[in-house]
């Protein structure tokens, strides 16, 4: 069945550092990415999403490539802030509906 | 504007307690699931539906019943609760049909059972 493993958190960095979280997945066929972001106390929202290879999705400074030859979809950003900190999950999309299969989470803290 | 609403918020219950946990969403979704929510584990596929009267098993489903009566709710049924189900709980909704439709996501249901 399809799988999505994040890289090992916690993450633990400071105001304006570089960000990245790793996210491979495994799949049948060619699934729609996403990553999902969870404020304490909150559901998850979408944060940005790709649909085919070398697409790139972007939001709020974030940013990830649907690379299909290593199958990855890592996250990025290149100066974070205290209001990043969250739970970052990565997922994969059903290609028939919209079923999701979500990686592991990680959680991001980001001192002043 | 609610989009995908839970109900209760927070929710303790003995072992062997049944309850029912509430899933309302007003965007006409036809594709609605529930997951639950665990430390280390992400978030796991219990029940899905594809529309109204149409439900089917996730990867995690026992001791956990669904319906779909309608487009709007789909409610998850604890039948006989077990400290195993401790957990959040989370109900979405997308379309049918578009695999990279985004999933709306509700608040959360936090259960606690003792």
């Known amino acids: 069945g399809d799988s999505v493993t994040q890289m090992e958190g916690p993450v633990t960095l400071s105001e304006e550092a570089f960000l990245t979280i790793n996210c491979t997945y495994t799949?049948?066929?060619?699934?729609?990415l996403f990553w999902y972001v969870q404020y304490p106390g909150e559901g998850l929202q979408l944060l940005l999403k790709a649909t085919k290879a070398d697409d790139k999705g972007s939001n709020k400074g974030f940013e990830a490539t649907y690379r299909k030859e290593t199958t990855s979809f890592h996250l990025e950003k290149g100066s974070v802030q205290v209001s990043d900190s969250a739970v970052y999950f990565c997922?994969?999309?059903?290609?028939?509906?919209?079923?999701?299969?979500f990686g592991q989470g990680t959680i991001l803290t980001v001192h002043p | 504007n609610a989009g995908v609403t839970q109900t209760p918020k927070f929710q303790v219950l003995k072992t062997g307690q049944s309850m029912t946990l509430q899933c309302a969403q007003d965007m006409n979704h036809e594709y609605m699931s529930w997951y639950r929510q665990d430390p280390g584990m992400g978030l796991r596929l219990i029940h899905y539906s594809v529309g109204a009267g149409i439900t089917d098993q996730g990867e995690v489903p026992n001791g956990y019943n669904v319906s779909r009566s309608t487009t709007e709710d789909f409610p998850l049924r604890l039948l006989s609760a077990a400290p195993s189900q401790t957990s959040v709980y989370f109900c979405a909704s997308s379309y049918v049909g578009q695999g990279n439709a985004e999933a709306f996501f509700g608040q959360g249901t936090r259960l606690t059972v003792v």
């Open positions: 799949a049948t066929g060619y699934p729609s």
């Open positions: 997922a994969s999309g059903g290609t028939s509906y919209g079923k999701l299969t």
